[in-house]
Structures are given as structure tokens and as C-alpha cells.
T-cell receptor
């Protein structure tokens, strides 16, 4: 299983763009990069998933360089409600896999 | 509405008692999971099941037991053998064998043992 490394915490201010980077040096060919968001006392929620280049949805963008050894979750114009823990996971496509959640990145958005 | 339900939201027990946490899903997912989360920590896998009548231990299975008699149900029993049972417990499900394994989580059960 590919191990991921991400910052323990980040601070930002309302209206700013936030970029959270995750390292996954031993990612395998059939692995996808997946990000989850978790608010206090709630279950994590799927945000975005990608394989290479750039993926964008209504919530975030995910940038993956050509070597796929890292990825960056980009949250545009954050608000106070984006204060949460963000987890980066590497998951295999198809078949059975056991997702492993690390400690994630605790993002605090200030007024 | 499709999703995962966990009950109860808060649960209090005395030390030495077994307690069972409920998890039900109507997403028709084959795979189900139980995680434990302690304050300021990530999620740790307790048990998972990829098909009915089959389940495997995760990283911290000691002191816990599960059953998977129906596709939609995956109850977790916290036994008296679990040394530090007070925690936030999360149940999840996912499509198995296809797609990219996006997990859907329930709202969680916060267990306090005194």
C-alpha cells in the first residue's frame, strides 16, 4: 500500500485559496488519489479523486504532476465552513483494497 | 434517501459490559467497514467485510467482534476485553470490485465507557 504524507495543520483566511499537498512516492500504476473531508463528530466525506493531470468539481481541484509522486488539493476562496480535517488516500482501482487513513491535515480558516 | 445509518449517536456503558453498535446501509454495497477514531487522530480500521458471511480483522480488531449475516447490516460488538473502548466509531461502505472504492460513511456513534 502506498504511504501518504501530508502536513499536520494549516491556517488560512476567508476568501483565500488553500493548497494542501500530499506526498505518495511509492504510488502504483493502478492507484488513484482520493481526498476526503471530515468535520468534527462526523464521518469523512468524499471530495475528489484523480489519476493524473487535473480534476475539478464543484468543491475543489486536484492537481497531479506527471510523475504522480505527489498531489495538491486546491480549495478556492475558502470560508469558515471549510474548517475541517482533509485526508489524502491512495487507492487501487477495482478489486479489493483496504483504505488507510492517516492523521490528515487540519485546516483552520480564520475570519 | 440512500445512505448509511448508525445508531445510537451517543452510547454510555459501564466497564465490563459488552455493547453492540448498529450499522445499516441501503446503498446495495458489498463492502462494509468499521473504524475507530480517537481525539486528534485519524481513522483506524477495526474490521471489514467484502461479502455476506465473511469478514476480516483490521489493524485493531482485539476486543471487538462483528457479524455479516445480511448485505445491508454490519453490527460491531465492543466486548469487555477491549481495554480502552471510549472512542468515536464510524461505519462505512463501498462498491467492491468495481469503480475506485469511494467510501460512504455513517454519522458515527460516540461510545463512552466508565
Amino acid at each position: 500500500l502506498a504511504k501518504t504524507t501530508q502536513p499536520i495543520s494549516m491556517d488560512s483566511y476567508e476568501g483565500q485559496e488553500v493548497n494542501i499537498t500530499c506526498s505518495h512516492n511509492n504510488i502504483a500504476t493502478n492507484d488513484y488519489i482520493t481526498w476526503y473531508q471530515q468535520f468534527p463528530s462526523q464521518g469523512p466525506r468524499f471530495i475528489i479523486q484523480g489519476y493524473k493531470t487535473k480534476v475539478t468539481n464543484e468543491v475543489a481541484s486536484l492537481f497531479i504532476p506527471a510523475d504522480r509522486k505527489s498531489s495538491t488539493l486546491s480549495l478556492p476562496r475558502v470560508s469558515l465552513s471549510d474548517t475541517a480535517v482533509y485526508y489524502c488516500l491512495v487507492v487501487a482501482s477495482g478489486g479489493s483494497y483496504i483504505p488507510t487513513f492517516g492523521r490528515g491535515t487540519s485546516l483552520i480558516v480564520h475570519p | 434517501d440512500g445512505g448509511i445509518t448508525q445508531s445510537p449517536k451517543y452510547l454510555f456503558r459501564k466497564e465490563g459490559q459488552n455493547v453492540t453498535l448498529s450499522c445499516e446501509q441501503n446503498l446495495n454495497h458489498d463492502a462494509m467497514y468499521w473504524y475507530r477514531q480517537d481525539p486528534g487522530q485519524g481513522l483506524r480500521l477495526i474490521y471489514y467485510s467484502q461479502i455476506v458471511n465473511d469478514f476480516q480483522k483490521g489493524d485493531i480488531a482485539e476486543g471487538y467482534s462483528v457479524s455479516r449475516e445480511k448485505k445491508e447490516s454490519f453490527p460491531l460488538t465492543v466486548t469487555s476485553a477491549q481495554k480502552n473502548p471510549t472512542a468515536f466509531y464510524l461505519c462505512a461502505s463501498s462498491i467492491q470490485g468495481q469503480g475506485r472504492g469511494e467510501q460512504y460513511f455513517g454519522p458515527g456513534t460516540r461510545l463512552t465507557v466508565t
